[in-house]
């Protein structure tokens, strides 16, 4: 679960 919280983290620092 960790990884998917930390690849949205990644996800949304990238799209801003």
Known sequence: ???LI???GL???GIE
């Open 1 to 3: 679960m960790q990884s």
């Open 11 to 13: 996800a949304l620092g």
């Open 6 to 8: 930390h690849l949205c």
